[in-house]
């Protein structure tokens, strides 16, 4: 395991040097924007969730999964990280080809896009 400083993941340790310059890019972004998320590392990923919530209770979990040299991100249907992301759903995207940074930047995009998206989030409705 390789040491990563990347508090507002909870993570400390990491697969090997490539997710530690994803994961470290991503704090970095979220120290930036003032949030936090949950991030354990897999045997074959890093696994990054985002729980959107409303009066204690979870409506949605957004996901960024990290394997090296893809990042894949969107809203995870199951709420769990035992079950991979589907590339082939319409709200999951796919990038490659980048370094592990520009990845990251590109993964918080999204993140900080679906915080704020007025869809995502939760409005009380008075009567």
């Not at 590339?87 to 590109?106: E, M, Y």
């Amino acid at each position: 395991m390789v040491p990563a400083n990347a508090p507002r993941l909870n993570l400390f340790v990491c697969r090997n040097e490539v997710d530690r310059e994803f994961l470290e890019a991503l704090n970095a972004r979220a120290e930036r924007g003032g949030w936090t998320a949950d991030s354990w590392p897999r045997e074959d990923r890093a696994l990054i969730s985002f729980d959107v919530e409303s009066e204690d209770c979870i409506i949605q979990t957004l996901r960024i999964d990290f394997d090296g040299t893809t990042v894949i991100f969107g809203p995870n249907e199951t709420c769990q990280l035992v079950t991979d992301l589907d590339p082939n759903r319409h709200d999951v995207c796919v990038a490659t080809g980048s370094s592990p940074a520009i990845l990251a930047s590109v993964a918080a995009d999204w993140l900080e896009r679906e915080m704020n998206n007025p869809l995502t989030i939760p409005r009380r409705v008075e009567h």
